[in-house]
């Protein structure tokens, strides 16, 4: 697929069918995720993907965009700034953009889930396991979708992008 038809076509997906992921899929959405940008390239997170169905039922609750989801990638995050500043949420913003485009890319779908993970990060943490210094900042349930919900409208560019000074198109 051209990259410009990947973006247009992906979607937040929240119902998924029960076919598994296969590894390879997730290796790349993943890889796709490191390569996205980093400040000062510190290279702050780490991921964890879960694909094992018992895991997967436990961690149901924490969102509803996990319907049917046979796997999801967890996005972990070192609170550290860099010499110039903190660009961690930029950089897992970045991350997890690039994994939504890759699992788009490759057949499959996904939602960006921050704000249900956030009141469960506890939870989580401890049945992912993961330790204190790294914080569950966002998840990305993966498979294929159930339902794929229509593109939704978005503004005509040129009525939005101005050139050298506001109010310029």
């Given amino acids: 697929m051209d990259f410009f038809d ?14 598994p992921v296969p590894r ?11 390569e996205a940008p980093s400040g000062c390239n510190m290279q702050l997170r780490q991921y964890l993907v879960v694909d094992d169905p018992a895991l997967m039922d436990r ?3 924490v969102s509803g965009a996990m319907t049917g989801a046979p796997a999801a990638v967890f996005l972990l995050l070192e609170e550290q700034a860099t010499p ?11 991350a997890m953009e690039n994994m939504l485009l890759a699992a788009a ?5 996904g939602c960006w889930v921050e704000g249900a993970l956030r009141r469960n ?14 914080r569950v900042w ?3 349930p993966v498979g294929k979708p159930a ?15 101005h050139y050298n000074q506001y109010g310029s198109h």
């Fill in 121 to 134: 990060e506890e939870t989580v943490r401890e049945l992912l396991g993961v330790p204190e210094d790294l």
């Fill in 59 to 61: 961690l149901r609750p």
């Fill in 24 to 34: 390879e899929v997730l290796r790349r959405i993943v890889a796709a995720g490191v």
């Fill in 105 to 109: 890319a490759l057949g499959y779908a």
């Fill in 138 to 140: 966002a998840m990305l």
């Fill in 147 to 161: 339902v794929t919900p229509p593109r939704p409208p978005k503004p005509d560019p040129a009525e939005i992008t």
């Fill in 6 to 19: 990947v973006i247009r076509a992906r979607r937040s997906v929240r119902q998924y069918e029960s076919e």
């Fill in 84 to 94: 110039h500043g903190e660009f961690y949420v930029q950089d897992a913003s970045a």
